[in-house]
């Protein structure tokens, strides 16, 4: 079965390391503040200029002034630092940030991202995308596997305009983990009760797969 968003981003969770400076972007990687492992300390940076980003506030908690890049209400934690947007992108492009989360349209089997523009649909721009795919150490992409229709968002090559080239190192679908390199997916795991089979049939892009897959595990 399909994982839902919550459990995706559960799994996104698991990439965080104890020290990690951390942007997550609109969408699903927002989830990813509520599932941050116990036992390590991570920074999460929001672009309009919070450092130290809780979880989603109670109703107790709630400040209609404390928001993310979404503009969603957020908590921030101990420690943390609110600062101007100018400072927020300075940050980010002085290759500050040790891991981001972005969430995509398309990824192609040479690490290229599409995540910002559907031609003919009205869009407000780019935003922080940019700027984020170009300058943190590591690229985590989360999104569906394939579309509504059932097309996959996994390809040999992106349609739609790219936001970045050759930057994404990881994806976490709803079906599967997979990993970029060499000009291929490469299979790391598994949603429980998805097959391999089901997820090359909807893997556009070139699957390598190598050995038994094991099943996400989700602590």
């Known amino acids: 079965m399909a994982l839902s968003r919550e459990q995706v981003a559960m799994r996104v969770a698991q990439e965080l390391q104890d020290g990690y400076y951390v942007n997550l972007g609109i969408g699903i990687p927002t989830l990813v503040a509520n599932y941050v492992p116990e036992g390590i300390e991570v920074m999460l940076q929001s672009e309009n200029g919070l450092l130290g980003m809780g979880p989603y506030p109670t109703e107790a908690e709630l400040d209609a002034d404390m928001i993310n890049a979404g503009k969603e209400t957020v908590t ?33 089997q040479n690490g290229n991202i599409a995540s910002w523009m559907i031609p003919g649909k009205l869009v ?96």
């Open 124 to 219: 407000k721009g780019m935003g922080g995308a940019m700027d984020l795919v170009a300058g943190a150490m590591n690229i985590v992409v989360t999104m569906t596997h394939a579309d509504k229709y059932g097309n996959s968002k996994l390809l040999e090559g992106c349609t739609l305009p790219l936001t970045g080239v050759g930057c994404v190192k990881k994806i976490v679908t709803d079906l599967a983990v997979l990993e970029v390199r060499n000009g291929a997916f490469h299979l790391l795991e598994r949603a429980p009760g998805i097959t391999v089979e089901e997820i090359q049939q909807k893997t556009a892009g070139k699957l390598v797969v190598n050995g038994d897959i094991p099943e996400m595990v989700f602590n």
């Open 76 to 108: 921030a934690i101990k420690g943390a630092a609110i600062f101007s947007s100018a400072e927020s992108f300075a940050m980010i492009r002085g290759g500050h940030v040790d891991l981001t989360v972005l969430g995509a349209f398309e990824v192609d």
